[in-house]
T-cell receptor, first 117, second 115 residues
Framework: AQKVTQAQTEISVVEKEDVTLDCVYETRDTTYYLFWYKQPPSGELVFLIRRNSFDEQNEISGRYSWNFQKSTSSFNFTITASQVVDSAVYFCALSEERTDSWGKLQFGAGTQVVVTP | NAGVMQNPRHLVRRRGQEARLRCSPMKGHSHVYWYRQLPEEGLKFMVYLQKENIIDESGMPKERFSAEFPKEGPSILRIQQVVRGDSAAYFC?????????????FGPGTRLTVL
């Protein structure tokens, strides 16, 4: 079963528009971590944020913000005033606490963000 | 403070050849994870190793793939008799401990192309 669902395959916006990427996860654990990674065209993975299941405070970092809602099992990511350099694939990931999970990351399929000037 | 190193960055093999992918974790890290990213897909867990031990290989294909993390030297992901379907980006991540609040640091990946 898919643990992390990113329903949006691709989002295209014009520069300066806001863009929100959805992430819905599934877990039976009470302790878990959620992550967002950026993969620019160069291919490397850039860590953006890690959030534990006990911290539902929303977070803002510059133009990036994250909305964690345990009630809907969602961890959405918003880029405000998008820029061309934000063009990338963005991955949401889950890591569960159970012993047999061993801390491995389970990734969503990714959302391609295309920002045009 | 070098990050996770992977080499080669790009690897081209013909069908039937062997591919060896290397991963040097961050200094002091003894936990290594390998992930595979097929074209147009997200990353999928393959194997988790500690020094000299395979802890979880539930994501590894049963045949042709093997991984090791010796006491000295890098972790190696080995693919024997490669096929076109093995073409993918292979990422290695390392962490200080398996405890999940320790962040996994990713290498730049090795892009394997099988002709």
């Amino acid at each position: 079963a898919q643990k992390v669902t990113q329903a949006q395959t691709e989002i295209s916006v014009v520069e300066k528009e806001d863009v929100t990427l959805d992430c819905v996860y599934e877990t039976r654990d009470t302790t878990y971590y959620l992550f967002w990674y950026k993969q620019p065209p160069s291919g490397e993975l850039v860590f953006l944020i890690r959030r534990n299941s006990f911290d539902e405070q929303n977070e803002i970092s510059g133009r990036y913000s994250w909305n964690f809602q345990k009630s809907t099992s969602s961890f959405n990511f918003t880029i405000t005033a998008s820029q061309v350099v934000d063009s990338a694939v963005y991955f949401c990931a889950l890591s569960e606490e159970r012993t047999d999970s061993w801390g491995k990351l389970q990734f969503g399929a990714g959302t391609q963000v295309v920002v045009t000037p | 403070n070098a990050g996770v190193m992977q080499n080669p960055r790009h690897l081209v093999r013909r069908r039937g050849q062997e591919a060896r992918l290397r991963c040097s974790p961050m200094k002091g890290h003894s936990h290594v994870y390998w992930y595979r990213q097929l074209p147009e897909e997200g990353l999928k867990f393959m194997v988790y190793l500690q020094k000299e031990n395979i802890i979880d290989e539930s994501g590894m294909p049963k045949e042709r793939f093997s991984a090791e993390f010796p006491k000295e030297g890098p972790s190696i992901l080995r693919i024997q008799q490669v096929v076109r379907g093995d073409s993918a980006a292979y990422f290695c991540a390392s962490s200080l401990d398996r405890v999940i609040h320790n962040e996994q640091f990713f290498g730049p990946g090795t892009r394997l192309t099988v002709l």
